[in-house]
Nanobody
Framework: QVQLVESGGGLVQVGGSLRLSCAAS????????VGWFRQVPGRQREVVSC????????YYAPFAKGRFTISRDKAKNEAYLEMNLLTPEDTAVYYC????????????????????WGQGTQVTISS
């Protein structure tokens, strides 16, 4: 199983940007589809963006389209989420996930019941 560690979260003002990183170890991330999810206390975890292991399938949640960009770096065994034009509604803990069984297309991101998860990184947007 791959191990994942997120970084890059923090406190930024409205309209600012952050770049989250997901560093993988134990296995090559190329074997996995990757996804970014977020969760606010008291609410269910929601999908932000996903990219298949072939890098062909890419999904963005409606709130992420045009503002967020998911990417992968094979050489570094990492994945990223570039976030721009941040609003207070983007405040959440952001999690990276990796899965060998997934369905990812422009309008779909479906992971299995047991992907690998990182520990999460807090993103706080101040108004």
């Amino acid at each position: 199983q791959v191990q994942l560690v997120e970084s890059g979260g923090g406190l930024v003002q409205v309209g600012g940007s952050l770049r989250l990183s997901c560093a993988a170890s134990g296995r090559t991330l190329d074997d996995y589809s990757v996804g970014w999810f977020r969760q606010v206390p008291g609410r269910q975890r929601e999908v932000v963006s996903c990219k298949s292991n072939s890098a062909i399938g890419t999904y963005y949640a409606p709130f992420a389209k045009g503002r967020f960009t998911i990417s992968r770096d094979k050489a570094k065994n990492e994945a990223y989420l570039e976030m721009n034009l941040l609003t207070p509604e983007d405040t959440a803990v952001y999690y990276c996930a990796a899965d060998t069984t997934s369905l990812i297309a422009r309008n779909l991101c479906q992971f299995s019941d047991s992907p690998a998860w990182g520990q999460g990184t807090q993103v706080t947007i101040s108004s």
